[in-house]
């Protein structure tokens, strides 16, 4: 029997095949395609059920299908396996587009919305009524056919290219790597990154140490290694990937940003990011843009002067100090910098970050804080050996929900950290149906006898992802389209952003930061050189992300290929500004920056949701440090008013309700070193 057919609980990954896709999703398709038309024609009187929970309902099994697949591509691909997903995207893209589109449906919702069962609905029926109306208007369903037909080419178009860009990133990342066979080049290079380096090596056959552009291998050399010509390589490989050859995404850019701005305009809207924002926090285009210009003129002067540091730094210690810092410089002498200023190596913490040890921590934390228990599955099939489950149980026995993780980097796999949605559960008529859902990274891999050991990001990307796993495993919400991470865009960060907090405070950290060797706890003095790091540059990290998120927004509301056809340059002239050093003219970050170009929306027109939700998380979190980071009276009001509320009510309204007030910017400038 094709495992693709019957959505399952126990996903059976290890009996899903490329060949299994293409028959699963045609018979999938016209089950879909027959309650469809059922429910177009059908009559008689509309209740809730019948009418918006039918409608959500009528996926469901192409729905679980299609995220299967999806994930697997994301995680182990191969070429059958993407050609598969490939010949069925377009065909279901068209069918999605569809169903919105469909007059009979429309005419039938129009109909219920009219009723009295309808004027009586209240909370969460009332919110779900009148999204699932707007979003049917959004998506044209008041077009004409002329409009719709043009609506459904964009959608399938978009669906295809920006699948193609994915995966040209994914290809053009794995195409490159430096073999170093002489020693002395590796100078500066920690111990944990040479050893990688050489098991990289040995894995392709080769002698020497082998370099990648995956985040750990990246991001060693860019920071630690002292031969300049080396990093250089390795940046200019890592800004310039998918723009030549097979791999070329230029193109894709620019279509992408065409369509999605033909869709805006084909549904009434101004440009591409009115249309998305119009149903999260910031509301349209002007309003996240005058938040990121809010955020940029409290940072300039901070900016300024942390960059004539680092340079009069460079010179004090440089020999060609007269050559002006290069992009490939920044973050290696801002490390010497940081050593020099806070006897700090970041190096030194990883023996006390060892992952499965951070993992346990992590668990206990949420355990204290929101009275669950995170209990390991074995022999659960999955797609690679390293994957773990787990399930999630309250504090009455009830199974709230399972997850995979899946924490080291491959070639088959994207590269980046996220969480994902399998099935969405929640308190049905009946009873209650566990969540499913999975957590991925590409962290510090063990090497040799020794274990994963992490650096602090890495441990504040583990948490971050599992934030997005509670927000979905903790969800109550009895419509499955309003529960869990489905919120506004700028409101879903909150829940993963404010675990970052914790991997800063003494009491939490003491859950799991032992040394992986000896078990000794973190040493004090490391720990308060640490704390006194934190800010270190926060204006330029600050700056990187006020970049991304200007130019996601100039590409979403202004841009145009007719008057600046060369889009590489365009954004590089837009992120300079915000930059250390001059940009390289043939820097090409946007040719890979998968969150906006990597499906038909995602992060596209919201980039700057990470820094609106950091403005919510930092102000939130005062509330766990005025009552104590273990507070389980806190942790259970942010459970029961954030996590198990999914978009039951307005975002706002929900932060209100667990502050008693709207957010306060203070909060993250305080955090980050940068208030007045």
């Given at each position: ?28 398709l ?19 059920e019948n ?74 029926r ?5 999204k ?20 459904q ?19 053009s ?145 440089s020999?060609?100090?007269g ?16 050593e ?10 990883r ?22 228990e ?121 829940p ?80 300079q ?7 390289p ?63 039951s ?9 667990f ?18």
């Amino acid at each position: 029997m094709n495992p693709l057919l019957e959505i399952q609980f126990q996903v059976p990954f290890d009996q899903i095949k490329a060949e299994h896709v293409e028959p699963a999703i045609q018979q999938l398709l016209e089950e879909a395609r027959k309650n469809q038309a059922e429910f177009s024609n059908s009559t008689g009187e509309r209740t809730f059920e019948n009418t918006l929970l039918a409608v959500e309902a009528m996926t469901e099994k192409l729905d679980w299908a299609m995220g299967v697949i999806r994930h697997l591509e994301s995680v182990a691909t191969y070429p059958e396996l993407r050609a598969a997903y490939n010949a069925v995207q377009p065909e279901v893209s068209l069918f999605y587009t569809n169903i919105v589109l469909d007059p009979g449906i429309w005419r039938i919702l129009k109909e219920y919305e009219a009723t009295d069962n309808a004027r009586q609905l209240k909370g969460v029926r009332a919110r779900f009524l009148k999204k699932t109306m707007d979003a049917f208007r959004r998506s044209g369903a008041d077009l004409d056919e002329t409009g719709k037909k043009r609506l459904q080419e964009i959608e399938v178009e978009l669906a295809q290219i920006t699948t193609k860009y994915s995966e040209n990133v994914l290809d053009s990342t794995n195409a490159f790597e430096l073999v170093i066979t002489d020693e002395k080049l590796l100078s500066g290079l920690p111990p944990s990154a040479i050893e990688a380096a050489r098991e990289s090596a040995k894995s392709k056959g080769l002698e020497g140490w082998r370099f990648t552009l995956q985040g750990p291998s990246y991001t060693a050399v860019l920071t630690y290694q002292d031969d300049r010509d080396t990093r250089e390589k390795v940046y200019h490989a890592f800004v310039t990937r998918a723009t030549s050859g097979s791999f070329d995404n230029r193109a894709l850019i620019v279509r992408i940003i065409e369509l999605r701005q033909a869709k805006a305009k084909l549904l009434g809207y101004r440009n591409f990011a009115d249309l998305v924002l119009e149903e999260r926090m910031a509301k349209n285009g002007e309003r996240a843009l005058e938040f990121v210009r809010e955020m940029h003129e409290k940072t300039t002067r901070f900016f300024h002067q942390e960059n004539a540091d680092l340079e009069a730094f460079r010179k004090q210690i440089s020999r060609d100090a007269g050559n002006g810092i290069q992009p490939w410089d920044v973050a290696y002498y801002a490390e010497k910098q940081r050593e020099a200023l806070y006897e700090f190596d970041e190096e030194a913490l990883r023996p006390y970050f060892e992952l499965d040890a951070v993992v346990a921590g992590m668990y206990d934390l949420v355990s204290r804080l929101f009275g669950i228990e995170v209990r390991e599955v074995k022999d659960v099939p999955s797609w690679d050996p390293a994957v773990c489950f787990y399930k999630i149980l309250d504090e009455d026995g009830t199974n709230l929900g399972s997850f995979y993780a899946d924490w080291f980097p491959r070639e088959n796999k994207r590269g980046g950290a996220w969480m994902d949605a399998l099935l969405t559960g929640g308190p049905r008529a009946e009873d209650f149906k566990p969540h499913l859902g999975l957590i991925c990274g590409n962290l510090t891999p063990p090497v040799g006898d020794k274990p994963s050991l992490l650096t602090h990001r890495e441990v504040e990307t583990v948490f971050h992802e599992f934030g997005h796993l509670l927000h979905h495993c903790l969800s109550k919400v009895e419509v499955r389209s309003l529960a869990g991470t489905n919120v506004a865009w700028d409101f879903v960060e909150l829940p993963s952003q404010i675990m970052e907090n914790w991997c800063w405070e003494r009491p939490s950290l003491d859950l799991f930061a032992r040394h992986y060797a000896t078990g000794e706890e973190l040493p004090d003095e490391l720990f308060e050189k640490m704390k006194r790091a934190k800010t270190f540059r926060a204006a330029n990290n600050q700056m990187r992300q006020l970049s991304f998120a200007t130019t996601d927004l100039a590409l979403h509301t202004v841009y145009s290929p007719a008057t600046d056809p060369d889009v590489l340059k365009y954004c590089r002239e837009l992120m300079q500004p915000f930059a250390v050093a001059p940009l390289p003219e043939d820097y090409a970050m946007i040719a890979s920056f998968t969150h906006l170009f990597a499906s038909p929306v995602a992060y596209a027109a919201g980039y700057y949701s990470y820094k609106w939700a950091e403005v919510l998380d930092a102000d939130a979190f005062t509330r766990f440090l005025e009552a104590g980071v273990f507070s389980r009276e806190t942790g259970l009001d942010f459970r029961n008013l954030i996590l198990a509320r999914g978009d039951s009510e307005d975002p706002a309204e929900l932060y209100r309700l667990f502050m008693g007030r709207d957010p306060d910017v203070t909060a993250l400038l305080r955090r980050a070193g940068l208030a007045a």
